[in-house]
Structure formats: C-alpha cells, structure tokens
C-alpha cells in the first residue's frame, strides 16, 4: 500500500475522530469530502472502498457512506484513531509505537502457539508465504508484514488484542510509512525477514509457546534496530543536503 493511500485513509479516520461521528453517522458527502481532501472523487471512492472493506465503514446505494457500527473491541481501536495525525507530525513518534509492540507481540505469540486452531495454522502459513511472493514490491511488503503480524494476534484468539494490534500498525504506518517502504531496500533485509517470520510461525505450527515469544521479540528488536538505522542515514542525508546548498550559495556567481 503506498504511502499516499495510507494518508488519505488516515485523514478520513481523521475526519471522523474529529468530528465525533459515531456508529451509524453519515460522512460528508463524496464532493465535499473530496475538495477538503484535494483529491479525485474517483481517487476518494477508492480509499472509502478500502476503509469499507476493513469493517470501518458501510456504503448503501445512493445513500452515501456511514461509519460502520463496531466489532467487538473495535472502541479499544477507535480510541487509538486520534493519535494517528499526532503520530504523522511528530518526529521519532514511531519508536513509543515499537516499545509497545515489543510489550505486547512477544506474549501474543505466546497465546498464539497455544490457542491457534488448525485454521489458523493454515492461514498463517498463507500469510507468511504471501510476504516471500510480494518480495518485489515494498508496498506489497509493507502490507503482507502487517497482515502476518495481525494473523498472529488473530491466533491468539483475544478480541481486545486483535483490535490494539491492528490499531498500532496504523499508527506504525502513519508515523513512518516511507521509512517503512525503504527499509525493505536494505541489502539482505527480505530474505532476514521472511527467515525471522519462518521463525515465528514454526513455533506457532508446533505449539512451542516460550519459542515464538522469543522468536517475536527478536524480531521487533531487530526492525526497530533497522529502523533508526534507516532514520539516521536519512537525518545524515539531509543535513549533507543541507550543507551542500549552504556552501553553493556561500560561493555566489563566478567572476
């Protein structure tokens, strides 16, 4: 998923937060939302699909868009939508996002490897196989990694769980969505990945539940690591930009 349809979702779910629209309220409609949103009415009914597809929001024909009436423990997740503009404008909001993931996914794991049904077990393995084959796309990566890490929540088989996971993964996403996107260009990083969430689900598929809290933890560690190492080659980047501009304008025009 790009990263401009990442902000245009958000800014809706946005919309909706600040608006204080509950279960059942209508959004603006199409025209309106799309010239506060400066973009296509095209290009906007495609995002709304995607937010309908995601159980967030509800179409009906000539009736327009409503804000969809939530699953069990969806307020758990709509009492995160707010910090998704905050987590958008504040620099470095993504690491307090990755300590509580590494609070959190370790023990999911856990329950995973202990409560996963067969179904699980099998949609896991379709998810971890679905993160090899998109190895050409970093978009297509970023998504099929967030989507095995939800897999493994849904495994565990807390609602509550479910909801705080999927909601941190936006934020995730929000917060650092090009970083996210190049941290897939790093030399060796697919191959570490798919090995790392290889890990993870073998532990899940046999029940070994200290195995796949551990193999979860490492993990986390090891994207966070990556992470700020794509920041600060990033911050390096533009402060050498900015050098670079200060000194050819230092120098003025040539006699």
Known sequence: MSED???LQGKI?????SRGLGAGDRLPAERALAVEFGVSRSRLREDI??????????????????????????PVRAALLPLASLARSEAGYWHDVMEIRLSLEGDTAAHAALRASEEDKARLTKLADAFHAASADPAALAHAD???HLGVAQAAHNVVLVQVMDGLQ????????ESLLRLYHLPGMIDELDAQHRA?????????????????????AFVTDRLRMV?????????AARAH??????????A
């Open 146 to 148: 967030a989507a095995f």
């Open 5 to 7: 349809r990442l902000d």
């Open 200 to 220: 993870i689900l073998d532990a899940i598929l046999g029940g070994e539940a200290e195995t796949a809290r551990a193999a979860a933890t490492r993990h986390l």
């Open 245 to 254: 501009l200060h000194m050819t304008a230092g120098k003025g025009p040539s």
């Open 231 to 239: 920041e600060e080659t990033e911050a390096r980047q533009r402060r």
């Open 170 to 177: 936006s934020l995730l996403e929000a917060s650092i969505s």
């Open 13 to 17: 779910r946005d919309l909706i937060a």
């Open 49 to 74: 699909q995607q937010l309908v597809s995601q159980g967030h929001l509800v179409s009906r024909r000539g009736g327009g868009h409503f804000v969809a009436v939530p699953e069990p423990g969806e």
